[in-house]
């Protein structure tokens, strides 16, 4: 199966050596670019630290001044993320969504910093109290040709964005449902979910559709 995969070319290689392990061919097609805002995120006196991406994770551990309370990951690539950088993440809602993570969040949250890319939801924000800083900016690219596949792995929602811009109609993997919403809200075909929102969801989710 010939399968898409969108991610910036910097994050790319772990799903495009596993899909290639498993036999299929790959496609890159990078969609987004991350660009770091680079300030300093001073995390004194907060109780909390929410993050929502891997990108996030690791721009927190980067740039965070004074000793990090602690971090609650919107799902478990993003968890994964804060573990390899040495930062253990202290609360991962069942549900892997911002929306989950605001339901399930410890309560009271006493005082709370989202810390997400530019432009995020304000539901997180508003609910829970919480400050905002910006981490980076995601900035959607468009590819010199459309990209030909069998599917396309999406694993954000900025993604499915770029993706449907493109007008073309491939059949989508996401990586969880807050991709999926978007994704579908764009007029894409989702014909898979990850049922863990990470690296080993996607792969499983393309798997288990090759083998149909």
């Not at 050596?17 to 001073?42: F, K, Q, S, Y």
């Not at 900025?158 to 109609?169: R, Y």
Request: proline residues 8%; aromatic residues 4%.
């Amino acid at each position: 199966m010939k399968v898409v995969v969108t991610r910036q070319r910097a994050q790319a290689g772990p799903l495009v050596r596993r899909l290639e392990g498993l036999g299929h061919e790959v496609v890159e097609c990078p969609l987004i670019e991350i660009e770091p805002t680079d300030d300093p995120v001073d995390v004194a006196g907060y109780d909390w630290v929410i993050v929502t991406s891997p990108n996030g994770a690791a721009e927190l551990v980067r740039r965070a001044t004074g000793l990090l309370p602690r971090v609650a990951a919107v799902g478990p690539g993003t968890a994964e993320a804060l573990r390899e950088l040495g930062a253990e993440p202290a609360f991962v809602p069942r549900v892997s969504s911002q929306d989950g993570l605001v339901d399930e969040f410890p309560r009271p949250a006493g005082r709370v910093l989202f810390a997400a890319a530019e432009g995020s939801r304000r539901r997180p924000i508003e609910e829970l109290g919480a400050d905002f800083v910006p981490l980076y900016t995601t900035r959607l690219v468009r590819p010199d040709e459309p990209p030909e596949g069998d599917v396309v792995v999406l694993a954000s929602g900025s993604a499915a964005k770029s993706f449907a811009a493109l007008g073309i109609e491939i059949p989508v993997v996401s990586i969880g449902p807050q991709t999926t919403r978007v994704a579908e809200s764009a007029g894409l075909r989702v014909v898979a979910e990850a049922e863990t929102h990470d690296l080993d969801g996607l792969v499983a989710a393309v798997g288990s559709l090759a083998s149909r």
